[in-house]
């Protein structure tokens, strides 16, 4: 079945440790977003690619990157995770242009920072 | 900030309808009503959308009013799991348009 996947599911890394959580897709949509979602929190959109165009969002911190080599894989890399980065991150796709829209999101990865 | 109120939280029987409110009075024309849902642990899913007629779909209803100021969602039989917390969006379409998540709605289905 098309889906979004991402792993790891669970991801521990330390103070300060860079960290990389990734996000692949079969869906082939030309859109994919990070949303960030602390405890009990909405989600919250970081930025997202529009094919090959990075769309940042205006108060997402610079401690966060992303990456897309290819339409199928997006990456958010944490350049120097603090305790308050600690949250579920959730990867979504969509394809602009279909009358929907609708984003599918994969099942998030929840980072710990230790 | 995202452009919708709704209660947060509801519970009903299993096997009933589950009406979900929302208010978006500052709706504009371009706007669409977009509902997902998170259950625990889980990524959001899509329910159902609609701009101005009534929409729906295997999983669910979305009644509009007719000035567009608030909506429902109905799961006409909820079931136990139809226990999560339920997003009322607003948003246009087009590139580069934004899911705004606000608190949401939990919604808990009690046997």
């Known amino acids: 079945d098309a889906m979004v996947i991402q792993n790891p599911r669970y991801q521990v890394t330390q103070f300060g440790k860079p960290v990389t959580l990734s996000c692949s897709q079969t869906l082939n949509h030309n859109v994919m977003y990070w949303y960030q979602q602390k405890s009990s929190q909405a989600p919250k959109l970081l930025f997202h690619y529009y094919d090959k165009d990075f769309n940042n969002e205006a108060d997402t911190p610079d401690n966060f990157q992303s990456r897309r080599p290819n339409t199928s894989f997006c990456f958010l890399d944490i350049r120097s995770p603090g305790l308050g980065d600690a949250a579920m991150y959730l990867c979504?796709?969509?394809?602009?242009?279909?009358?929907?829209?609708?984003?599918?999101f994969g099942p998030g990865t929840r980072l710990l920072v230790l | 900030d995202a452009k919708t109120t709704q209660p947060p939280s509801m519970d009903c029987a299993e096997g009933r309808a589950a009406n979900l409110p929302c208010n978006h009075s500052?709706?504009?024309?371009?706007?669409?009503v977009y509902w997902y849902r998170q259950i625990h642990s889980q990524g959001p899913q899509y329910i159902i959308h609609g701009l101005k007629n009534n929409e729906t779909n295997e999983m669910a209803s979305l009644i509009i009013t007719e000035d567009r100021k608030s909506s429902t969602l109905i799961l006409p039989h909820a079931t136990l799991r139809d226990t999560a917390v339920y997003y009322c969006i607003v948003r246009p379409t087009g590139a580069n348009s934004k899911l705004t998540f606000g608190k949401g709605i939990t919604l808990s289905v009690r046997p």
């Open positions: 500052t709706i504009s024309g371009n706007e669409y």
């Open positions: 979504a796709t969509s394809r602009v242009g279909t009358l929907q829209e609708t984003q599918y």
